[in-house]
Nanobody, 121 residues
């Protein structure tokens, strides 16, 4: 089972920027669709951004124009760059990947454990 390690979270003032990274523990995989999700306290997990293999990235309405999702296949890393952060961006951010192992070409998916982002006014 591939483990995802998220980094880059923390406390930032409103208007600031953060870049979250998510790196897969295995190297013998091919990463497909990737996405980032946010769960604010007391709320359900919601999609922030998704980057399909053969389609453009899509973003939630609140994230569009401020957030950029990207993938570096050579490093098995997915990133989420967030600019002009708002208090409502506060929450635990989770990355999610679809991947194929290069030995048996079985399809799998994995979630990160989550990383806290807190935006202060």
């Amino acid at each position: 089972q591939v483990r995802l390690a998220e980094s880059g979270g923390g406390l930032v003032q409103a208007g600031g920027s953060l870049t979250l990274s998510c790196t897969a523990s295995a190297t013998d995989i091919l990463i497909g669709d990737v996405s980032w999700h946010r769960q604010a306290r007391g709320n359900e997990r919601e999609l922030v951004a998704t980057l399909p293999v053969r389609a453009p990235a899509t973003y939630s309405a609140s994230a569009r124009g401020r957030v950029t999702i990207s993938k570096d296949s050579s490093k098995n890393t997915v990133s989420l760059k967030m600019n002009n952060l708002r208090r409502e961006d506060t929450g635990v951010y989770y990355c999610h990947i679809e991947y194929v192992d290069t030995q048996y070409y079985d399809q799998h998916s994995a979630w990160g454990l989550g990383i806290q982002v807190s935006v202060s006014s």
